[in-house]
Nanobody
């Protein structure tokens, strides 16, 4: 059974940093592109960042470009999202997702985690 489990959310001050992790199991991790999406109150689920199956290609939403970095460790079946210079508008539930084989900026992924809440205080 495929399972994606996010961790690392919490309360962070504006200008601070956080690191989200997503541990995957039940799938051949290296065959999947991985993505991070987020959903803020009253908004739809939006693309944040994606990384190719080999880790040699990335894509970022304009709103986070230069502040967030996605990476993966296929040996650990884990994808990360390093978030710096956080803003209150980054407050959202962050979801990890897996897709075979390539990044998609729309929420068309095969598997989803349950999400982790990130709150950025002003």
């Amino acid at each position: 059974q495929v399972q994606l489990v996010e961790s690392g959310g919490g309360l962070v001050q504006a200008g601070g940093s956080a690191r989200l992790s997503c541990a995957a199991s039940g799938l051949t991790f290296s065959s999947y592109a991985m993505g991070w999406f987020r959903q803020a109150p009253g908004k739809g689920r939006e693309f944040v960042a994606g990384i190719s199956w080999r880790g040699d290609g990335t894509n970022y939403a304009d709103s986070v470009k230069g502040r967030f970095t996605i990476s993966r460790d296929n040996a650990k079946n884990t994808v990360y999202l390093q978030m710096n210079s956080l803003k209150p508008e980054d407050t959202a539930v962050y979801y990890c997702a897996a897709r075979k084989y390539y990044i998609n900026t729309s929420p068309d992924y095969d598997y989803w985690g349950q999400g982790t809440q990130l709150t950025v205080s002003s």
